[in-house]
């Protein structure tokens, strides 16, 4: 495509096979945007787009993720404000016909809209860190630390002691919104027990935080990277196996699509051989 949409803070940057977006650094920037930096959005993570009026003379370009393609919306599960989207671009409306444009290129791209098998979209890069209200969390890969804090740490967290958790005892994150009443970052594990979780404040595997302490922007990134970390290193079952084979008939499907995008014109030769040699190697 080689368009490039700037918005108010960020830029949508559109090749054959992905969206770039570079997010702005600024005072007004939010910043869950600038710690994120930028991303690379491949279009099979994509499950449609959307234009649509703003405010104040803007207009609204949002690209909708497919439900388990990307770990950090995975993660925020339905928690972020709008203004924090990172998939939504507000633009000034005199660009609407540009915006209109590129969402009707995304569309044409859009081939598989359902639940991805896999994360898709890259998480954020180990290591991380940030400062809970009763502990400091570290995540270098391959295993989460909470070393407690002495000020904020509850008795039964102390009596514990300081926890680390290999990833490969993990089986999810629970990430709460420190912009609620109370947030916190909770570890799963592998094989759950039946006994019901203790309160955040009580969990050895749980670090809690409030306005001022873990952030959306520090929190978030975090728990994405840990729950990118955690389905890498669950093992394949049969069934995963089997999905991650792909049908041929679904293949053919798709690559007489690509051949009608091609002959219109919306894909170029090096684009459709590309294409079709990475569609044929999913077999």
Known sequence: MGDVLAGFH??????SDSVLIRYERGIRTPK??????????PLQALAGVTLSPGRRGTVVLRAEPRAGADPLMDAADGQLKEGCDPYRLVLPADRAALAE????????????????????VAAPEAPLQFKA??????????AVRFRWSWTGASSAKWKAGDQSFPVDALGGVEWRSSEAV???????????GTAAPAQPDQDPATVV???????????????????????????????AAAAGRRDPADIAERIRHLGELHEAGLVTDEEFSAKKAELLAEL
């Open 10 to 15: 960020a830029a949508w940057e559109f090749a």
């Open 32 to 41: 869950l945007f600038q710690a994120l930096g930028e991303r690379r959005v």
């Open 101 to 120: 444009h590129c969402a009707d290129a995304l569309r044409s791209r859009i081939t598989d809209t359902g639940p991805a098998d896999r994360h898709l």
């Open 133 to 142: 209200y009763d502990a400091k969390a570290s995540f270098d890969g391959s």
């Open 182 to 192: 109370e947030g916190h970052l909770r570890l799963l594990p592998r094989d759950p």
């Open 209 to 239: 935080f409030g306005l001022g302490y873990g952030p959306v922007h520090e929190s978030l990134p975090f728990a994405a990277a840990v729950l990118a970390a955690v389905r890498e290193s669950a093992p394949a079952t049969p069934a």
